[in-house]
């Protein structure tokens, strides 16, 4: 397998783009990715798109062939293919993309994710992103996503002798840092308080432990390191280790719903890729879609015991000077989730981070950086880990 | 690149699977062709799942996991991912697979295409189905893909004084073959006339000259050529060519209609990959989703002058027997149209025939196949070529 280095990062901010469509969030993000790579569009051989709800929110399927329209990349004919892997699209698309460039397929390929939802209700929105947990075994049964993640969240509290207020010190550390992101949806910080007094969605998680509805689009191109040299790129970000893993997709079938198995497998193979350990990580973004999801996330990387992460937190983990950076773009909760895009965006940041462009937000001299993305309620999850070559 | 060998197909028949889910259909071909390939389930190491509708028709996305857990593959955590390139989804998951294989990222991978469409009205299906154009600038504005492929019939048949009968051979052709195959969701023989005398779906075309709604699922193993020899398999087909192009989505955008450019596209590249010619394919399996289509598309793909598809066809061309025997499965409309399987279907049909299994339907001692899955009205297209190794 050959070498695979990011050579431009493009993204819109995310939030509520009511007055933009899906095709004109992923052109938007897409162009700014292929205006710094400093690459022309015929140098792109083809198109990897990660997409959750296309089809069921704007009725609008077979995406790759749209983006490559849209984005005047269809002039040139290119493959262009659609990843869908729940909230995890993103990651998935970019498994794919590095796939084809380490294969030898295409030299240099551009992986975009998009995800359009506020053209629908929120009751729809509801229902079509509950769509990645089992629709026959828990959805038909009352069980929202929401809800399999308080399930989770209240047997971890029990079986860890966890209190409520370290959960939320998640969802108040990516605020703190999403203050600091122009491309975050929310800037407002937030007091484990706010979070506690905050509308319940399913006991304990309140509407502050979930990440918000989003629109959005991320883009990245993918080269050969001989592409990058010769494009006299200052800044050459090599991708160490990709790595996917499933599991269950109900919780009736995991042996134990305080961890996910498919996280702790992904960023296994992950870190025997890269040859790296959890130590030697710089810095982290993770699938904070619900709180309890990142603490739980957080100790299945490797970085803390079970049960601890709250305790770390409380320590002042996660902060940008301490020694494990945990979402300086200000995660899923407040840089927002637009579905398929996260994937993407995570590494859109880690690249401005250790490119060192990152500005009010950027950690101290970063090697390297994981991402972790994950599909439903861990049915899934996709493991990046990037470190900086020059 | 690596040699990517199939070691292992499985189907069901296709047709209205009342009783059947969606996830049921997949676990059934999916065993199938593991028995097929006589390995266990810890030989996958990944899977990629064709599918384009299962998030609009039965409100389950994130199916790369689902497939893992009910095919018995979650126990091992292996990657799952979900394709989707609209009616060239089954195609789009092989050619994944194929760039995993020969990448060297994973020495043994299952690919499964799946669709379930009788869950829901045909009102819906058609509206969902549709999702394959541009929403935006032809859904709208009331064209739905079949009278899009009126559009395009109307047009060939003036700029190439084509006759409405040599239009109505492309059903009648895959109706003599589907005859023939027990997997086939239409068994009756036609007639021109019955083609010209069926209900009309858009003018100029009926419901004879279009694919059928259609349940069912299809996998391929899909391993190294080393791998193949230890497991001493009899016989051994390598995928010669593995081609993706795009097309302008909507048929506004294009020069002239009355040419698939992807699909002109995709095959030059797997032909130049394969170092083959037309002249050199066996048989051809192709994507008669609508009669039209398979006209146009046996010209684009290099085997017909343009404009004279149906002249060839009345000369006896594309029976088993002839030079350039078409669709020997029955095609997308006689064997039916599971638009996520077909294009695995594809390909699982072409292995039967070169492993000469295909009984009553047998080309005669067939050294290669082609297969053309196409997205939309042509927006997307996939070829692939396959050779008997032994």
Redesign the interface.
């Known amino acids: 397998?050959r070498d695979v280095v990011i050579v431009g990062v493009g993204q819109t901010k995310y939030g509520e783009h009511w007055e933009k469509?899906l095709?004109s969030l992923v052109v938007e993000a897409g162009l700014r990715a292929i205006e710094d790579a400093g690459i022309y569009s015929k140098d792109i051989e083809?198109?990897y798109g990660g997409n959750?709800?296309a089809?069921?929110t704007?009725?609008?399927?077979?995406?790759?062939?749209?983006i490559?329209?849209f984005t005047g990349l269809?002039i040139n004919?290119?493959?262009?293919?659609?990843?869908?892997?729940?909230s995890a699209s993103g990651a998935?698309a970019f498994?794919?993309g590095f796939?084809?460039v380490?294969?030898?397929?295409y030299d240099t390929v551009l992986v975009g994710g998009v995800e359009k939802l506020t053209d629908v209700s929120m009751e729809e929105v509801t229902?079509?992103l509950s769509?990645?947990?089992?629709?026959?075994w828990e959805?038909f049964n009352g069980a929202t996503l929401a809800s399999l993640a308080a399930l989770i969240a209240r047997r971890y509290m029990l079986d860890y002798n966890v209190k409520r207020e370290q959960i939320a010190l998640m969802p108040v550390l990516s605020h703190k840092h999403g203050s600091l992101n122009p491309y975050a949806q929310f800037k407002n910080t937030l007091k484990v308080e706010d979070v506690l007094n905050s509308t319940m969605v399913a006991d304990p998680l309140t509407m502050l432990d979930c990440a918000p509805v989003s629109d959005g689009a991320s883009a990245v191109i993918l080269t050969t390191i001989e592409n990058a040299k010769k494009w006299k790129k200052d800044s050459i970000v090599k991708v160490k280790a990709s790595?996917?893993?499933?599991?269950?997709?109900?919780l009736q079938?995991r042996e134990n719903i305080t961890r996910f198995?498919?996280v702790i497998?992904a960023s296994r193979k992950a870190y025997k890729m890269a040859k790296l350990e959890p130590k030697d990580i710089s810095f982290v973004e993770i699938h904070d879609a619900y709180s309890i999801f990142g603490l739980i996330s957080l100790e299945d990387l490797g970085f803390f015991e079970k049960g601890k992460a709250g305790k770390y937190l409380e320590e002042g983990y996660g902060n940008l000077d301490s020694k494990l950076p945990i979402n300086p773009s200000g995660g899923l909760k407040a840089k927002g989730h637009p579905v398929g895009a996260t994937g993407v965006g995570q590494i859109v940041e880690s690249i401005l981070q250790l490119r060192k462009e990152a500005e009010k937000r950027q950690v101290s001299d970063p090697k390297n950086a994981l991402t972790l993305n994950m599909?439903?309620s861990g049915?899934?999850a996709i493991v990046h880990i990037l470190e900086v070559v020059k």
Request: glycine residues 12%.
């Open positions: 397998m469509s095709r083809a198109i959750m709800s089809g069921s704007t009725f609008q399927d077979h995406i790759g062939p749209l490559a329209d269809a004919k290119i493959p262009a293919l659609r990843i869908e892997n729940g998935a498994h794919e796939a084809a380490a294969s030898g397929l229902e079509v769509g990645e947990v089992d629709r026959e959805l790595s996917v893993a499933s599991d269950y997709i109900a079938s198995d498919s497998e599909g439903g049915g899934s």
